[in-house]
T-cell receptor, first 115, second 112 residues
C-alpha cells in the first residue's frame, strides 16, 4: 500500500460519536476515493474527489462528509456514528501506468466498529 | 462508465487453470479493462490491465476478443493462496474516473 496512508487502522465508537478518517498520498495524484466494505460484501463508493477542492457523492454518501483541502489529503467524517456504519473503510488514489489507463491504488483500510 | 458482469463465485482445485470471464457490452473506445484481486482484510490490488488481444504478466493473462465486449482473466496453475475476490473494471484512459463503482466481484475458492 505504498503511497496511500490511512489513519487510524482501528477505531471503536459509540452511537452518536463523531470521528474523522484520514487518508494521505505521497504520489501527487488528483483523484482520490473513499469506499466502505461490509463483511462478505463488495466495495461501495462513498465519495470521491477529482481534484483539490472538489468532491462528489458516490453510491452511499448518506451519513458522511468529506474534505479535500489540498492535493495530498482526503478525509472522511462521520458526524453522528450509527451501528450501520460499522465497516472497513478504504481510501484509494488513481495512479497512472506506463502503458495504459489509470488504475487505483488502495490503502490498508480503517476498521470501524460502532456500538 | 461501462457496466461489468461477472460470476459471483467459482471453485477450483490446486494446480488447475482458472478462467474468469467478465462482460462489458458498453465499453468505449478509450476504455481499458482492469482486474483487481482482494484478499480478506486487505484493499484490492491491481493485477492486470489490457486494451485488446492478450496481455500477460507474472500473475495472470488477460484475453480480450476483437469486439472487446468481454474479457477473460486466466490464472495458470492456481494455488490455495489464489483464493480471493477478483473484480473486473473498465477504466477510461486519462483523467478522473469519477463515480467508479466496483461490482460484487467473483469469489474464487481454491481447494487442495
Amino acid at each position: 500500500n505504498a503511497g496511500v496512508t490511512q489513519t487510524p487502522k482501528f477505531q471503536v465508537l459509540k452511537t452518536g460519536q463523531s470521528m474523522t478518517l484520514q487518508c494521505a498520498q505521497d504520489m501527487n495524484h488528483n483523484s482520490m476515493y473513499w469506499y466502505r466494505q461490509d463483511p462478505g460484501m463488495g466495495l461501495r463508493l462513498i465519495y470521491y474527489s477529482a481534484s483539490e477542492g472538489t468532491t462528489d457523492k458516490g453510491e452511499v454518501p448518506n451519513g458522511y462528509n468529506v474534505s479535500r483541502l489540498n492535493k495530498r489529503e482526503f478525509s472522511l467524517r462521520l458526524e453522528s456514528a450509527a451501528p450501520s456504519q460499522t465497516s472497513v473503510y478504504f481510501c484509494a488514489i488513481q495512479a497512472g501506468t506506463a502503458s495504459g489507463a489509470n488504475v487505483l491504488t488502495f490503502g490498508a483500510g480503517s476498521r470501524l466498529t460502532v456500538l | 462508465l461501462a457496466k461489468t458482469t461477472q460470476p459471483i463465485s467459482m471453485d477450483s482445485y490446486e494446480g488447475q487453470e482458472v478462467n474468469i470471464t467478465c462482460s462489458h457490452n458498453n465499453i468505449a473506445t478509450n476504455d481499458y479493462i482492469t482486474w483487481y484481486q482482494q484478499f480478506p482484510s486487505q484493499g484490492p490490488r491491481f493485477i492486470i490491465q489490457g486494451y485488446k488481444t492478450k496481455v500477460t504478466n507474472e500473475v495472470a493473462s488477460l484475453f480480450i476478443p476483437a469486439d472487446r465486449k468481454s474479457s477473460t482473466l486466466s490464472l495458470p496453475r492456481v494455488s490455495l493462496s489464489d483464493t480471493a475476490v477478483y473484480y473486473c473494471l473498465v477504466l477510461n484512459y486519462g483523467g478522473s474516473q469519477g463515480n467508479l463503482i466496483f461490482g460484487k466481484g467473483t469469489k474464487l475458492s481454491v481447494k487442495p
